[in-house]
Nanobody
């Protein structure tokens, strides 16, 4: 079955950097657009970033644009999220998601937890 396993979360200070990884298995990784979402306590899960199947197109939430970078390595079936200049408001559980097969990158931002595939999340805590 499809598995998405996130790693790389932790406790950091404001302005620090972290790189999250998401290792995928059980699917043809290169056929899926991939994305990252996050959910803070008491808040809805929100879109963070997405990347196209062939690594040639990305999109970001306004709140992270210019600070976060999404990338993927199709040979390793892994998607990454490099987070720079972290802020306390970035504190959340970060989830990796695989969209619908052969879908465009724009599909990711429309996903709900009832669609696609989701990992279990990795906690990122940013102290001020």
């Amino acid at each position: 079955q499809v598995q998405l396993v996130e790693s790389g979360g932790g406790l950091v200070q404001a302005e620090d950097s972290l790189r999250l990884s998401c290792a995928a298995s059980g699917l043809i990784f290169s056929a899926y657009p991939m994305g990252w979402f996050r959910q803070a306590p008491g808040k809805e899960r929100e879109f963070v970033a997405a990347i196209s199947r062939s690594n040639d197109s990305t999109s970001y939430a306004d709140s992270v644009k210019g600070r976060f970078t999404i990338s993927r390595d199709n040979a390793k079936s892994t998607v990454y999220l490099l987070m720079n200049s972290l802020k306390p408001e970035d504190t959340a559980n970060y989830y990796c998601a695989a969209g619908r097969i052969l879908a465009p990158v724009s599909y990711i931002a429309t996903m709900t937890t009832q669609s696609g595939y989701w990992g279990q999340g990795t906690q990122v805590t940013v102290s001020s």
